[in-house]
């Protein structure tokens, strides 16, 4: 009757934590590669709209699709960025029940918080700083439009 009471030890699970972790990885490096790709392919329509030999309405129809391309990559981005946080959450719950002997996300976030005094802190996210670069690149086009560029 006592063995009911007693409450069982989280089993170590060392192999699905690293399996996790090597998806992860696996999943990070394919946003970058699938993000960096349209974000090149963007650039270089904005590029490419600088050829002296084009009319305005021309350029501008250029400069808008390479901005609908950059903010579908950060879309994609987004989207990949909450799925690699899902795991990274579910890696730091692993860590905190028990269930591993690894502290790799555990020492992530001591490193975020330590570095600032904040869980999120001063820095920014890249997922933040490519929005804002979005927006500079937006205001860049409509410059550019109102210029007469």
Do not use: C, N
């Not at 009757?1 to 089993?11: G, L, N």
């Amino acid at each position: 009757m006592k063995s009911d009471y007693i409450q069982s030890q989280p089993q170590i699970k060392d192999s699905t934590y690293l399996k996790i972790w090597q998806i992860e990885q696996a999943h990070q490096r394919t946003r970058w590669t699938v993000v960096t790709f349209f974000m090149s392919i963007s650039f270089a329509i904005l590029g490419f709209s600088f050829q002296s030999s084009m009319v305005r309405s021309e350029s501008l129809a250029i400069r808008i699709s390479g901005l609908l391309i950059y903010w579908f990559a950060y879309v994609l981005l987004v989207q990949f960025y909450s799925y690699t946080k899902f795991l990274r959450d579910y890696l730091l719950e692993m860590e905190k029940s028990g269930r591993t002997t690894f502290d790799i996300q555990s020492k992530i976030a001591l490193a975020h918080i330590s570095g600032s005094g904040s869980k999120r802190g001063s820095r920014k996210s890249t997922v933040r700083l490519i929005l804002y670069f979005g927006l500079i690149y937006t205001f860049g086009v409509i410059l550019l439009w109102l210029l007469g560029l």
